[in-house]
């Protein structure tokens, strides 16, 4: 039965989780500007664009591309569908593969699902990217998660569900981040937000919706150190 009041908080499992995810959010954070960081930001732009694919296609829509660019932008060339819907899906969805990849490292089964499911996407991906950065990142990240694999079931380093933990930490704190630098710090007339804001009938301009998208964020990052923490108890 799952202990949703957290009672006897919290064990070494528990502990060995909060500070794993502490570590990764000072790594990531102290080394934000760098290049080092980049190649993961790209995946969360990948998984931001593919957000709003997914979405295109649950609401009867067409798939026209997907484009990443190595300055962290991307774009969806998408036909039909619900535009309400694809449009709040690329922030959102980014918190969401946050979410699923945090839980998932808190496994060792559903971290190699995770690693496993996410190679099939980047391998559906590439026959539908418009551009060399994409293509490359999708390749790179195949022969990426293979070594760790590798190394996982072949040798005593195990650092798969790591790496699985980092790239949703990652998620999460760029969703936020990238939130506030488009659509709060700095209004951006192209940003989904101001977008979502022309079709959207509520009266809430882009900056509104940014404020709101960035809060949902900030909830699926907390939600997913709760649920972290249940199945660890």
Known sequence: MANWELKHCCKHDQKVFLATIGIFTVVI???WRTILL???????????E??????CKLTC????????????????????????VILP?????????GLVFILASTNLVTARIAAGCF??????????AKNWTLRGLCIGLIIFLAVIWVLQEKTTIHILRYVIMFMGVMN?????????DDLISRRVNSSDAEKFAEVCPCPCNGVGWGIIWGFISFIFLCGAMYLGLVILS
Do not use: C
């Open 29 to 31: 954070l102290a080394l």
């Open 38 to 48: 980049l190649p993961f930001k790209l995946i969360t732009v990948f998984l931001h």
């Open 50 to 55: 593919l957000s709003h694919a997914i979405a």
């Open 61 to 84: 829509g067409q798939v026209e591309g997907i484009k990443v660019h190595a300055n962290e932008g991307g774009v969806t060339q998408t036909r039909g569908g619900i535009y309400w």
């Open 89 to 97: 899906a690329g922030y959102l969805g980014s918190s969401f593969w």
């Open 119 to 128: 190679a099939v996407s980047l391998l559906i991906v590439l026959f539908v």
């Open 172 to 180: 999460s704190l760029f969703s936020v981040y990238d939130i506030y």
